[in-house]
């Protein structure tokens, strides 16, 4: 059975951190890529950030420069590293690994909210 979970969301205020897992069982991540999407309420899910063939990595504009995936291959997890939060960022984060063949699969979401 594939599961992944995600978690270290919670509440922050704006200009802080916070670092977000996704711990997988049933799969080997370094066959998959991997990518962090978000959705905040009322909106469309979006890509937020993915790593690709485990090297090439990807971001949403929104979060250049603030938000850093890593994949830690030994420990079958991938990060999400976010700094200088905005309020704007508040949203339920899930983490996806999208395999060779086409296997999909997705975590159950962590919240994050950014708010004074």
């Known amino acids: 059975q594939v599961q992944l979970v995600e978690s270290g969301g919670g509440l922050v205020q704006p200009g802080g951190s916070l670092r977000l897992s996704c711990a997988a069982s049933?799969?080997?991540?370094?066959?998959?890529?991997m990518g962090w999407y978000r959705q905040a309420p009322g909106k469309q899910r979006e890509l937020v950030a993915s790593?690709?063939?485990?090297?090439?990595?990807n971001y949403a504009d929104s979060v250049k420069g603030r938000f850093t995936i890593s994949k830690d291959n030994a420990q079958n997890t991938v990060y999400l590293q976010m700094d200088s939060l905005k309020p704007e960022d508040t949203a339920v984060y899930y983490c996806?690994?999208?395999?060779?063949?086409?296997?999909?699969?997705w975590g159950q979401g962590t919240q994050v909210t950014v708010s004074s």
């Open positions: 996806n690994a999208d395999g060779p063949y086409g296997q999909n699969f």
């Open positions: 049933g799969i080997i991540l370094s066959l998959y890529d």
């Open positions: 790593v690709i063939s485990g090297v090439i990595k």
